[in-house]
């Protein structure tokens, strides 16, 4: 990072230089033409223009400096600034001094395309942060020191115009002296402010308000000062204080605004700055200028963050795509508002008085807190964990936003060498010299040569596999290296050459695969493919790392972008590719996967049991004789669904929310398994539940919190057995007395949920039979029975609920069921029949 920031010192030595100039030349224009006797009307039309020209600069500067480059614009568009401000001395002409604005306006903008795509093109997605940060202090910097400029000579003199004028031809000189080149600069198209509107009115609504407040409050302040007298060096502090606290107000409003809802953020914003910018009148006219100063300060500052906060209110409605040409069309709209908000109320200000500056600000602010009120009443907030960070912008009529670091990056494309610029043109007419000539440069220096090879695999006509097997026979040492340069030269052919590369060193080839798969994601499952087919044993290895890039790629997605979002199938899909390529490892790869991208759970069990399905069946079919004919078919069934067992026991501790629909997904597919799943399923959230209690006991504090969350994680496991339960049922009716019996074994305390449920299922499948014949009757009675007898005789402890939960579905099979219960135990049949109708009287 420093010595990028070294390697760019020149440049911003030149925006603080630029800076000095504008900020004297904010505060002397308005203050120079008060002194003339020019209207305020006026003032405020010629002070707009200067936004007229910028507006026009953001859309057309960047074809300009694609044209005659960076620093031909930078030294230009200088070099007509201090014309612009030396003609000032001119003459006092409001028409001339107008169109003098917008020449400037125009140049400013160009300045700023040229300055920060030049930033942009230098930082990494690491440092761009950093050096937005950097660049962010040099303009404030410059600024608020241009503010005390004032006192070196008289305004009404035009001795600030020239030295606001050295100060532009002086700003020229560090970038002029360096030996940096300008990077290539792309244009891209703008996003429809309708289109944008569309998507975030709030957005689009408080950056149009905030170009017209913050041009209007920043352009007049020196004209409102010169209506309570405020002159000299206390003119520079006030225009200092406005400047500081729009700086400074940045870092509290953006840790707010990334912690709580954005847009309840800007409603207290608004409203705080409405009744600061009324109080702000009355302290001017009492002469309090300590308090007046500072109140100043915090109301600029407040405004110069609703800039900001409209961009990041945007961006979270955007898809990352989106962005760059929504962020154009940003810019406009600040544009459009900065132009008007300075003629609009100096209109207000010539009708009623300069004090009208700060309640024509109160007034625009309050409509916008309307608005926003009602936005909130009418859209849902976003999470404040997927809110987009805020970025500070101390310019907000920026040129380019690739500095902004929530913006997709895009690594730059590296400037060729001399020796590879000659490749290329020798391979569009001679491509076997260009090989040989790359061949040559690999041998004596191999670094070299692999960035030749893989310029030369660019130009049309060229037979880059023919080249590749060259420059593997030129460095072999180098094979890994050459092969990446050139798929990302070529990635048409990544397939064809990684493929080639297994053949030579199979070992070899799981790192590049991994590679190319991470920079181009379309890849991946051909190079996840050719790995493991050169190297089996690898499947596990290859599905780690690729389940971890998904699931990190996934954790980035932002909400706008998640309709999209192909992190699934995408897992889904490597799975089974991999699996199929190495069947032994299929259960690994699919856990891996599953831990990684829970959701893919259910659909990997699906795939993976398709397969098995099949497979099961063809091997019982030759093994059907042998099993029939052998005493031990209980033990050939338990291996058959072993590793079906397995599958769900592992995946679902890998995927515990899934857990119950994997399980599902297993029977659905071998229903003969029912009864081991159950109890793998069973034990599974057993252990999950435990897991959660212990570590929710480890974080209590108090009893009460202990017993509390015990019972919620029983009432939670039961839930989950009796879901199980009517699950299954469905699936298989005949079952669910028997499943039900499993369920009680592995958890007693169920027994009165399952038996409740078992009986509603009961009795639900004699009414859809529809008759009042008595045999149908007493068979629900004799199954209800069966059910207590069965239950009672797995969960002892839990016979009376059960009987109870039984006769709540069932209550004609109340003698049957006191009478099997109490079997053998005459001496309590009275407290059964007692405790059962003391339940019933109370239900």
């Not at 244009?187 to 709030?202: D, E, G, Q």
């Not at 991470?518 to 596990?540: C, G, L, N, Y």
């Not at 042998?626 to 079906?644: I, L, P, V």
Request: glycine share 4%; net charge negative.
């Amino acid at each position: 990072m420093r010595k990028t920031l070294l390697s760019l010192i020149a440049l911003f030595s030149s925006c603080i230089i630029l800076y000095l100039g504008v900020g004297l030349m904010n505060i002397l224009v308005p203050s120079r033409m008060g002194l003339e006797g020019i209207s305020t009307d006026t003032i405020g039309l010629v002070l707009s223009m200067y936004f007229v020209g910028m507006f026009a600069g953001a859309i057309y500067s960047k074809q300009l400096v694609k044209r005659v480059g960076h620093i031909r614009v930078f030294a230009g568009c200088l070099a007509i600034e201090a014309i612009c401000i030396l003609s000032f001395t001119l003459e006092t002409n409001a028409i001339l001094w107008g169109v003098l604005r917008v020449v400037l306006g125009f140049s400013h903008a160009s300045l700023l395309t040229a300055m920060e795509s030049w930033l942009s093109d230098t930082a990494t997605e690491e440092t761009r942060g950093k050096m937005l940060a950097v660049y962010n202090a040099c303009i404030m910097t410059g600024l608020f020191c241009g503010q005390f400029l004032m006192g070196v000579a008289d305004p009404s003199e035009s001795t600030l115009f020239v030295l606001v004028g050295i100060l532009f031809c002086l700003a020229t000189l560090p970038v002029l002296f360096s030996s940096s080149k300008g990077p290539i600069i792309e244009t891209v198209a703008p996003m429809s402010i309708i289109s944008l509107f569309r998507i975030s009115p709030l957005g689009v609504v408080t950056c149009l308000a905030s170009g017209a407040v913050y041009s209007a409050l920043f352009n007049l302040l020196p004209v409102f000062a010169a209506e309570y007298h405020i002159t000299g060096f206390q003119l520079s502090l006030f225009m200092g204080c406005a400047i500081l606290g729009a700086f400074m107000l940045q870092f509290p409003v953006g840790m707010l605004s990334d912690r709580l809802d954005r847009r309840s953020v800007l409603l207290g914003l608004l409203l705080v700055s409405s009744l600061l910018a009324i109080a702000i009148v009355p302290l001017a006219a009492m002469e309090m200028r300590l308090a007046l100063f500072i109140i100043c300060g915090v109301t600029s500052g407040i405004v110069a963050c609703y800039y900001p906060l409209s961009v990041a209110e945007a961006f979270d409605k955007l898809k990352k795509t989106e962005m760059v040409s929504a962020m154009g069309s940003m810019i406009l709209a600040f544009g459009l508002g900065g132009a008007i908000g300075p003629y609009t109320a100096s209109l207000v200000m010539e009708a009623y008085g300069s004090a009208s500056l700060f309640y024509c600000i109160a007034l625009t602010q309050t409509l916008l807190a309307v608005f926003t009120l009602y936005r909130m009443t009418v859209r849902k907030a976003l999470p404040v964990a997927d809110q987009e960070d805020f970025v500070m912008q101390s310019e907000a009529l920026s040129t380019t936003v690739h500095l902004d670091p929530r913006m997709e990056y895009s690594e730059p494309e590296a400037k060729l060498s001399s020796e590879a610029e000659l490749a290329m043109l020798i391979a569009e007419s001679d491509p076997a010299a260009a090989v040989r000539m790359a061949q040559a440069l690999t041998m004596k220096n191999p670094e070299k040569g692999t960035e030749v090879a893989a310029a030369v695999a660019k130009v049309p006509g060229i037979d880059v596999i023919r080249l590749y097997e060259v420059m593997k026979e030129a460095a072999p040492d180098q094979i890994l290296d050459i092969t990446q340069a050139i798929v990302k030269a070529k990635p048409e052919l990544a397939a064809d050459l990684v493929a080639r590369l297994a053949e030579w060193y199979p070992q070899q080839v799981i790192p590049v695969a991994i590679e190319v798969g991470r920079v181009f994601p379309d890849k991946r499952i051909e190079m996840a493919r050719i790995a493991v087919d050169s190297a089996p044993e690898s499947a596990t290895q290859v599905a780690e790392y690729y389940a971890r890039l998904i699931a990190e790629e996934r954790e980035s997605i932002r909400p706008a972008d998640r309709e999209d979002d192909t992190s699934e199938s995408d897992a889904l899909n490597m799975a089974t590719e991999l699996w199929e390529a190495n069947p032994d490892q299929a259960l690994d790869i699919a856990v891996t996967m599953a831990e990684s991208v829970p959701e893919t759970a259910v659909a990997m069990t699906e795939e993976y049991m398709a397969g098995y399905e099949a497979e099961s069946t063809n091997d019982s079919a030759e093994t059907s004789t042998e099993s029939s004919a052998s005493d031990s078919s209980d033990d050939a069934d338990e291996s058959e669904y072993q590793d079906a067992i397995e599958w769900v026991s592992r995946i679902s501790e890998a995927a515990p929310e899934q857990a119950m629909d994997v399980a599902a997904t297993v029977v659905e597919a071998v229903p003969e398994s029912m009864y081991e799943v159950t109890e793998e399923y069973l034990s599974a959230i057993e252990e999950d539940d435990e897991k959660a209690t212990d570590d929710a006991e480890g974080s209590a504090t108090l009893p009460d919190d202990e017993s509390d969350t015990e019972e919620d994680h029983e009432e939670e496991e039961h839930q989950k057995a009796i879901e199980w339960l009517t699950r299954m049922s469905e699936l298989s009716p005949e079952t669910s007395l028997n499943l039900a019996v499993k369920i009680v074994e592995a958890v007693p305390e169920s027994a009165q949920y399952v038996a409740a449920e078992v009986a509603r299922l009961l009795h639900e499948s004699y009414q859809e039979e529809d008759t009042s014949v008595s045999d149908d009757s007493s068979s629900e009675v004799d199954d209800a029975v069966e059910l207590v007898n069965r239950l009672s005789e797995v969960a002892p402890e839990n016979a009376e609920e059960v009987a109870v939960a039984v006769l709540e579905t069932i209550p004609e099979a109340a003698s049957d069921v006191v009478d099997a219960i109490s079997s053998g135990d005459e001496s309590r049949e009275g407290e059964w029949v007692n405790s059962i109708d003391k339940h019933n009287d109370n239900a």
